[in-house]
């Protein structure tokens, strides 16, 4: 069974930062990432990291959130500094399978950030 297993999510002041992890049960991911929800609207992508390197971001977080992964221990990051009050919301880390495309999600870690 595939699982994903996220952490690091909580309370911050404005300004503040904080790093989510996400651990794969297996290495058969070829992008991985995060998205977001916050209360009252749709889920949006935030960062993705290729098995090989290559990001993309979110305009909203470019400049303050870094996304990494290790594939020798099939963990993916998320540093996020200089977090701001709209950037509340619960935080889901997401894989692609290799061949099929099939996704497969964590169950989401909440971030807060007070104002």
């Known amino acids: 069974q595939v699982q994903l297993v996220e952490s690091g999510g909580g309370l911050v002041q404005a300004g503040g930062s904080l790093r989510l992890s996400c651990l794969a049960s297996?290495?058969?991911?070829?992008?991985m990432g995060w998205y977001r929800q916050a209360p009252g609207k749709q889920r949006e992508l935030v960062a993705s990291?290729?098995?090989?390197?290559?990001?993309d971001y979110a305009e909203s977080v470019k400049g303050r959130f870094t996304i990494s992964r290790d594939n020798t221990k099939n963990l993916v990051y998320l540093q996020m500094n200089s977090l701001k009050p709209e950037d509340t919301a619960v935080y889901y880390c997401?894989?692609?399978?290799?061949?099929?495309?099939?996704?497969?999600w964590g169950q989401g870690t909440q971030v807060t950030v007070s104002s």
């Open positions: 297996r290495s058969i991911f070829s992008v």
């Open positions: 997401y894989a692609v399978r290799v061949l099929s495309g099939a996704y497969y």
């Open positions: 990291i290729t098995g090989g390197g290559t990001t």
